[in-house]
T-cell receptor, first 113, second 114 residues
Framework: GESVGLHLPTLSVQEGDNSIINCAYS??????FIWYKQESGKGPQFIID?????DKRQGQRVTVLLNKTVKHLSLQIAATQPGDSAVYFC????????????FGKGTSLLVTP | SAVISQKPSRDICQRGTSLTIQCQVD?????MFWYRQQPGQSLTLIAT?????????ESGFVIDKFPISRPNLTFSTLTVSNMSPEDSSIYLC???????????FGPGTRLTVT
């Protein structure tokens, strides 16, 4: 079936470097994508979203890029900090199913000093 | 954004019993959702709960096993019935943000069935 998946299960970066977390999606009809951050023992925290009619959206230290041609989504975190260590999930809306979300497998980001 | 709380935060239950998880939102929301997350894995949607209508269940989840209530615009419950060890998981509720597709999550309920 349709799925959302991540290229890398774990990512280790040094504090201060930029991080890039990737996500591939297979449903070309998805019209909305969200990145979530989940720290240990907590629920997912909304980071940033992007609609399918956009290529790029920026937030505070984060940027999401959407490439619809290759069905690829990425989350860029600038000047990564130890507090950014968490699991990151991408999620997409399901076409014709209202607001239900499909979640990807998750990437664990570890920021080392 | 909505602030969501869940009770209990964790529980250890015996097989064959049932547990009801409560989800409270600090504002009125149209849609609430229930997810299951195995440790170290992704989230799987169990059902969508809109106030005033029956919950909509995803493939693989049935009302007899996971009955859901949505009595008003700020509250929902999920019951895990006749539990088995396979039901051990983290159960999360979420609610729509009111201005789009974004969903905000509660802290989760960690359930262990022995």
């Amino acid at each position: 079936g349709e799925s959302v998946g991540l290229h890398l299960p774990t990512l280790s970066v040094q504090e201060g470097d930029n991080s890039i977390i990737n996500c591939a999606y297979s449903n070309s009809a998805s019209d909305y994508f969200i990145w979530y951050k989940q720290e240990s023992g907590k629920g997912p925290q909304f980071i940033i979203d992007i609609r399918s009619n956009m290529d790029k959206r920026q937030g505070q230290r984060v940027t999401v890029l959407l490439n619809k041609t290759v069905k690829h989504l990425s989350l860029q975190i600038a000047a990564t900090q130890p507090g950014d260590s968490a699991v990151y999930f991408c999620a997409e809306t399901r076409p014709n199913s209202g607001y239900a979300l499909n979640f990807g497998k998750g990437t664990s980001l570890l920021v080392t000093p | 954004s909505a602030v969501i709380s869940q009770k209990p935060s964790r529980d250890i239950c015996q097989r064959g019993t049932s547990l009801t998880i409560q989800c409270q939102v600090d504002s009125q929301v149209t849609m609430m959702f229930w997810y299951r997350q195995q440790p170290g894995q992704s989230l799987t949607l169990i059902a969508t709960a809109n106030q005033g209508s029956e919950a909509t269940y995803e493939s693989g989840f049935v009302i007899d096993k996971f009955p859901i209530s949505r009595p008003n615009l700020t509250f929902s419950t999920l019951t895990v019935s006749n539990m088995s060890p396979e039901d051990s998981s983290i159960y999360l509720c979420s609610a729509d943000g009111g201005s789009g597709y974004e969903q905000y999550f509660g802290p989760g309920t960690r359930l262990t069935v022995t």
